[in-house]
């Protein structure tokens, strides 16, 4: 949940939190709470490509969509992110279309 995200004082910007974008954010956790707030969220990296082509959008819907559905782990896997994280950066700076199985196969 993000206070006052809507509002002319937010330091927050609703843009940042499109489909797979790669954000640092500030976040109060509260034990007793399943609700927890952003504080600050800023882009860790920007895509060039991503969000501005049809075809590439429509990959990342999709695979923010499988992404959501499959990963259920409650703890933090650091080599599985770095992976997902290096696909989509690839992707990004692909020049054509790439087949969505491509994504799956590891970086050679």
Same mark, same amino acid.
């Given at each position: 949940m993000i206070k006052g995200l809507r509002s002319k004082k937010s330091s927050? /910007?609703?843009g940042l939190f499109q489909s797979l974008a790669i954000l640092e954010m500030v976040v109060s956790h509260k @034990?007793?709470? =399943? #609700? *927890?707030h952003i504080r600050e %969220? /800023?882009? *860790? =990296? %920007? +895509? %060039? =490509?991503? *969000? $501005?082509?049809? /075809?590439k959008t429509s990959v990342v #819907?999709?695979?923010? @969509?499988? #992404? +959501?559905?499959? #990963? !259920?782990? @409650?703890n933090g896997n650091r080599d599985l992110f770095s992976f997902i994280i290096? !696909?989509?950066?690839? &992707?990004? $700076?692909a020049d054509r279309p790439v087949p969505?199985? !491509?994504? &799956?196969?590891p970086l050679s």
């Open positions: 927050i /910007r609703p @034990e007793k709470s =399943t #609700l *927890h %969220a /800023r882009m *860790h =990296t %920007a +895509y %060039a =490509t991503l *969000h $501005q082509d049809i /075809r #819907l999709f695979l923010n @969509e499988l #992404l +959501y559905k499959i #990963l !259920q782990e @409650e290096s !696909q989509l950066l690839w &992707f990004d $700076q969505l199985f !491509q994504f &799956f196969l």
